[in-house]
């Protein structure tokens, strides 16, 4: 990785290096620094000393191991423990496929040295899913139905001026005959009074 000092020398780079074809047959292509795979951070426990220099024990294990690029791993830290020492690295994904393969062990010294994922960029940006949280109107709970305020009826408007609700009125009918508060006994009755009332007064005749 090649870190420019201004646009010029960068412009520059690109023109030697980009496409420039090597004894092997492969070409060179660069690429942004934002596009290569992030590495992996990981954690390499061993339970004996016989590398102190931890620079020296990761060049030992790519040795031992073909396919480990260890050439390109960063050690970030070095604890020493009392039966070993750790070691935390960034470890590149090529190198990840060879170290599932050989079960997360590898001989370190004496003894077997054992790696542990802390971080793995790639599958924590795979976990990272968007979920809507915002709900329909027609799909909400009943709880939330229940929070709506239901319209009150106006008493005021239905009262008359003292305060007193007015009768209840049985309206007429075209198609059902006359008012539910006349009767037949009523009818009768009216009939009877319209005779005599006939009756009191006779015909007066010239």
Not at 21 to 49: H, Q, V, Y
Not at 147 to 170: A, M, W
């Amino acid at each position: 990785m090649y870190t420019c000092a201004d646009q010029q020398s960068e412009q520059w780079l690109v023109r030697t290096i980009d496409n420039h074809r090597l004894k092997s047959g492969a070409r060179l292509k660069i690429t942004d620094a934002k596009n290569l795979p992030e590495p992996m951070k990981f954690a390499l426990r061993t339970k004996d000393k016989v590398a102190q220099n931890p620079a020296e024990l990761v060049k030992w294990i790519g040795n031992l191991i073909p396919g480990l690029h260890t050439e390109s791993w960063r050690i970030l830290d070095r604890k020493s423990e009392p039966k070993g020492q750790r070691l935390i690295l960034l470890i590149d994904r090529d190198s990840l496929s060879v170290i599932k393969r050989i079960g997360y062990r590898v001989n370190a010294g004496l003894s077997q040295g054992t790696f542990r994922v802390l971080q793995d960029p790639e599958a924590q940006r795979h976990k990272e899913v968007t979920v809507p949280s915002s709900v329909p109107p027609e799909s909400a709970s009943q709880g939330e139905r229940d929070d709506i305020p239901t319209p009150s009826v106006d008493r005021k408007r239905v009262c008359d001026e003292k305060g007193t609700f007015p009768p209840l009125v049985n309206p007429t009918l075209s198609d059902q005959g006359p008012p539910l508060e006349e009767t037949r006994s009523d009818k009768r009755k009216r009939s009877v009074e319209e005779g005599m009332e006939e009756d009191t007064f006779p015909n007066i005749t010239e």
